[in-house]
């Protein structure tokens, strides 16, 4: 397994990020600590949750996930050796469910935390992110842009002071963001210099063969500013894997169980992901994992973040980093994505 420095921090991540969502609703807490033990065996040193999950979200699944973590922290004794990242809600009409509707003012921020600590069974953060931004922007599949600063909310300004503090008082250790554009990054970089409070060193957002929309803009700050990329979604929601092909929806396949997540379902998105597929299969590898190695390849991408229901799945995505793609698959790669659009933001 290979070890990428987080951001500016002495902190070495392995390239491979254990994602946790299903955890709590596709998977239950034997399978999640079944998932941790295998991946930290095959050298996986950073798993990343969220307060909000299980996905989707309920209000009778919301903080499984941390509490299935903070029960295989407690027994396996491995909190040390492990860095734990987590997230901190925007606002969202959709989740009453979390505090009435989640904010990124102080109030929110600490008691997020304050409830996320307790589920970990941990007295710190690792990483700790903010899931998405307070203001309208186009994340979550939403494209385009409308100016809407009555919209804006809670300013970032209060929301990194919060994060700052946190980091200050080591209940954190650092912080990062998650969907947001080079504007809310830059922004949070400016913050942070011009009043000595703490740099977010990564960015959590989508990335992968439908959808490299984070090279145009994004790619360029992770390597100025040392805020790599933590993608997520590294499969399309499955669809990479060829397995929806031709209207198919096999048996306990998030597809198949979440019919409202179509941002990689619809029309261009088909036709490109059998190219991807055929190609996989003409040079002998298996779609996903060329689809997964693609990503982590990629310079600007600190980790690449695995999401799995089966161990058997968990093993083969994470055997893509083995895998080392060849200059002609690159190059067909390359032909396939200049001849057609992102699919999704």
């Known amino acids: 397994m290979e070890y990428r420095q987080l951001g500016h921090t002495d902190i070495q991540v392995s390239s491979l990020c254990l994602g946790t969502m299903t955890f709590g609703e596709q998977n239950t807490e034997s399978d999640a600590h079944a998932q941790m033990d295998f991946a930290f065996e095959r050298g996986i040193n950073f798993f990343d949750t969220a307060e909000m999950y299980a996905i989707p979200p309920r209000a009778e699944t919301q903080g499984l996930t941390e509490r299935f973590i903070g029960n295989w922290l407690r027994g396996s004794g491995q909190r040390d050796r492990l860095i734990l990242a987590s997230k901190v809600s925007g606002p969202a009409e959709w989740m009453a469910h979390l505090r009435a509707g989640p904010r990124l003012n102080e109030h929110h921020i600490r008691e997020a935390l304050h409830e996320s600590l307790r589920r970990l069974q941990t007295d710190y953060i690792d990483l700790y992110q903010v899931h998405w931004p307070e203001r309208q922007s186009n994340f979550f599949g939403k494209p385009g842009y409308q100016h809407a600063p009555d919209k804006d909310g809670i300013p970032i300004e209060e929301t990194l002071a919060v994060l700052s503090a946190l980091v200050d008082e080591g209940k954190l250790r650092y912080i990062g963001v998650s969907n947001e554009t080079p504007w809310g990054v830059m922004r949070y970089l400016e ?81 490109v992901i059998n190219q991807y597929v055929e190609l996989a299969r003409q040079h002998g590898l298996s779609p996903a994992q060329m689809a997964l190695a693609y990503v982590t390849s990629r310079p600007f991408v600190t980790a690449n973040i695995l999401g799995a229901t089966t161990l058997e799945q968990l093993k083969e995505n994470i055997d893509s980093a083995e895998l080392e793609l060849s200059e002609d698959v690159l190059d067909a790669i390359e032909k396939i994505h200049v001849a057609c659009p992102n699919i999704a933001p």
């Open 191 to 271: 913050l942070a210099e011009r009043n000595g409070w703490q740099r977010i060193v990564s960015i959590q957002n989508p990335y992968n063969l439908l959808n490299r929309s984070f090279e145009i803009g994004l790619a360029e700050i992770a390597h100025r500013e040392q805020v790599g990329l933590l993608a997520y979604s590294p499969l399309a929601f499955g669809t990479l894997t060829g397995k929806y092909l031709q209207g198919a929806r096999p048996q306990g396949a998030r597809l198949t169980l979440f019919e409202g997540y179509t941002r990689y379902s619809k029309a261009p998105a088909e036709r």
